[in-house]
């Protein structure tokens, strides 16, 4: 896809011709988009006015719960975004991801984030604050159609094309990128865990983008066990669609559960990596924002999404 055609996420500025079905409309055009983003994220506008030459915009939803997991608030958002054209007709959407910092790890009162596998012996992660310089983040998590089109195989369990693809290792992911980093002459990588952290949160500090509690109405997980004092859910025990929940304030979609997320970094060792987000397949203590666990090689459960960093 050109980046000079719209999709039916792209924003529609107004004028005379009708938007697509779906199309995500932003009431105060271009200029109220622009204004929001500056303001949400202290964006200077010569940055802002400078990315909206080179990237288009979609306006997305936003949730917040209460401790019950019940919606109290929805939140129209906007966003920068490319879309890269991998071939057959399939584009990959990555998000501005502007510079900031964030407060990694989780306080002492959470639950412990020391992976229980004794393999891995990874201590928690204190508290620290992390400067994150800007980059960029897919929208999604790789769906298997988009493997498929880098990659030429697909080894997923639960098929579908847009659903994220799994049983994927390190080095699985880390050829995909580099297939990319050729084909486009980008520095598509995996993310770090810095990265992933701070991409997840979008500025919050709750344990979940949402709130201190999810439900699987905003995500895919295993919701047969009560986290907090949010109802149960019924379990859905496999993947699902790379867009069916909302997404978080950055506007990226699938930051908890539905498949871990391998990073860069962290530890891996022997069929171990860090794994980030939780899936399908956890409990809620390990999708949240702070969470680190670990996993073997090529189970349905794993999956990534990729980032690309600043020349």
């Given amino acids: 896809m050109s980046e000079l055609q719209p999709s039916n996420t792209d924003a529609i500025l107004g004028g005379q011709t009708p938007p697509p079905v779906?199309?995500?409309?932003?009431?105060?055009?271009?200029?109220?988009?622009?204004?929001?983003?500056?303001?949400?994220?202290?964006?200077?506008?010569?940055?802002?006015?400078?990315?909206?030459?080179?990237?288009?915009?979609?306006?997305?939803?936003?949730?917040?719960?209460?401790?019950?997991g019940e919606i109290v608030k929805r939140t129209?958002?906007?966003?920068?975004y490319y879309t890269e054209d991998i071939g057959n007709e399939i584009g990959l959407d990555m998000v501005y991801i502007p510079s900031g910092n964030y407060m990694r790890g989780s306080p002492v009162s959470n639950s412990d984030d020391e992976n229980k596998n004794e393999i891995m012996k990874r201590p928690k992660i204190p508290?620290?604050?992390?400067?994150?310089?800007a980059f960029y983040m897919a929208?999604?998590?790789?769906?298997?159609?988009?493997?498929?089109?880098?990659?030429?195989?697909?080894?997923?369990?639960?098929?579908?094309?847009?659903?994220?693809?799994?049983?994927?290792?390190l080095s699985k992911a880390l050829a995909y990128c580099s297939s990319l980093q050729r084909r486009t002459k980008k520095n598509y990588v995996l993310p770090s865990e810095n990265q992933w952290e701070y991409a997840c949160r979008?500025?919050?500090?709750?344990?979940?983008?949402?709130?201190?509690?999810?439900?699987?109405?905003?995500?895919?997980?295993?919701?047969?066990?009560?986290?907090?004092?949010?109802?149960?859910?019924?379990?859905i025990p496999q993947t699902t669609d790379v867009d069916k929940f909302p997404?978080?304030?950055?506007?990226?979609?699938?930051?908890?559960?539905?498949?871990?997320?391998?990073?860069?970094d962290g530890l891996h060792y022997r069929n171990y990596s860090t794994?980030?987000?939780?899936?399908?397949?956890?409990?809620?203590?390990?999708?949240?924002?702070?969470?680190?666990?670990?996993?073997?090689?090529?189970?349905?459960?794993?999956?990534?999404?990729?980032?690309c960093l600043l020349e």
């Fill in 22 to 68: 779906n199309a995500a409309v932003l009431g105060g055009g271009i200029a109220g988009a622009k204004l929001q983003i500056a303001n949400e994220w202290g964006m200077s506008y010569e940055l802002v006015d400078r990315l909206s030459q080179t990237h288009k915009i979609f306006s997305f939803e936003t949730v917040k719960v209460n401790d019950l």
């Fill in 76 to 80: 129209k958002k906007s966003a920068f």
């Fill in 127 to 133: 508290q620290k604050l992390v400067n994150i310089p």
């Fill in 139 to 169: 929208k999604h998590l790789t769906t298997q159609e988009q493997y498929q089109a880098i990659m030429a195989e697909n080894p997923s369990k639960f098929r579908g094309n847009k659903r994220p693809v799994e049983q994927v290792d």
């Fill in 202 to 235: 979008a500025g919050t500090a709750t344990l979940f983008y949402c709130g201190d509690t999810i439900t699987n109405d905003l995500a895919n997980y295993d919701s047969k066990f009560r986290y907090r004092n949010e109802r149960l859910g019924i379990n």
């Fill in 247 to 264: 997404p978080n304030s950055f506007g990226l979609y699938d930051v908890h559960g539905n498949v871990s997320e391998i990073c860069t």
């Fill in 275 to 307: 794994l980030r987000g939780g899936s399908w397949f956890s409990w809620l203590d390990d999708c949240r924002s702070a969470a680190r666990t670990s996993g073997v090689k090529i189970p349905s459960h794993i999956g990534f999404r990729v980032a």
